[in-house]
T-cell receptor, first 115, second 113 residues
Framework: EAQVTQNPRYLITVTGKKLTVTCSQN?????MSWYRQDPGLGLRQIYY???????DKGDVPEGYKVSRKEKRNFPLILESPSPNQTSLYFC??????????????FGNGTRLTVT | TQLLEQSPQFLSIQEGENLTVYCNSS?????LQWYRQEPGEGPVLLVT?????EVKKLKRLTFQFGDARKDSSLHITAAQPGDTGLYLC?????????????FGKGTKLTVNP
């Protein structure tokens, strides 16, 4: 089954404790992206990657890191999480660079709470 | 930054009613997508509209892209409880590269049986 898999689904951590949220897709998509979803703010892009070893900042990159060493994986790293990073996170991928002919496929989300 | 404003933010209706959700901007978009997100899941694409004035139908859902490609609407006929969810519009700005997708904040629809 074609899918984007995120882990974990739920994560509660403390301020300053490094964490990684994994994302893997099995559709051979070049483009991958991370979003956070917050009430009243909608979906905001954190980082995206057009291909292996190519990453770029989205609208809210502060406090996050990503890497794209393999085509299928795009982990999101929080080196020193803070409470304002409490959010619902989504990984997404699509096959092409052009939005109009390639829909975004989303994972089921990771709900992160930082205390 | 190109913004997409969705209205209404919340909508609660009875089964069988019709409804329209709006997605508006002052900017032109090269294409626009509608997604539906159900609780505990990621958004799922419903439709992509590309041409100004384009109308697409998906069963009881009708999507329209404005003539000037600045706005879009989603009309649901005879809503059912299974239509409950968060509806998101997302546009590809004409500036900034075609890989960029801007999301509206969503319309949360509840259809009561």
């Amino acid at each position: 089954e074609a899918q984007v898999t995120q882990n974990p689904r739920y994560l509660i951590t403390v301020t300053g404790k490094k964490l990684t949220v994994t994302c893997s897709q099995n559709m051979n998509h070049e483009y991958m992206s991370w979003y956070r979803q917050d009430p009243g703010l909608g979906l905001r892009q954190i980082y995206y990657s057009m291909n292996v070893e190519v990453t770029d900042k989205g609208d809210v990159p502060e406090g996050y890191k990503v890497s794209r060493k393999e085509k299928r994986n795009f982990p999101l790293i929080l080196e020193s999480p803070s409470p304002n990073q409490t959010s619902l996170y989504f990984c997404a991928s699509r096959s092409g660079f052009r939005v109009y002919n390639s829909p975004l496929h989303f994972g089921n989300g990771t709900r992160l709470t930082v205390t | 930054t190109q913004l997409l404003e969705q209205s209404p933010q919340f909508l609660s209706i009875q089964e069988g009613e019709n409804l329209t959700v709006y997605c508006n901007s002052s900017s032109v978009f090269s294409s626009l997508q509608w997604y539906r997100q159900e609780p505990g899941e990621g958004p799922v694409l419903l439709v992509t509209v590309v041409t100004g004035g384009e109308v697409k139908k998906l069963k009881r859902l009708t999507f329209q892209f404005g003539d000037a490609r600045k706005d879009s609407s989603l009309h649901i006929t005879a809503a059912q409880p299974g239509d409950t969810g968060l509806y998101l519009c997302a546009g590809a700005p004409t500036q900034g590269g075609s890989e960029k997708l801007v999301f509206g904040k969503g319309t949360k629809l509840t259809v009561n049986p």
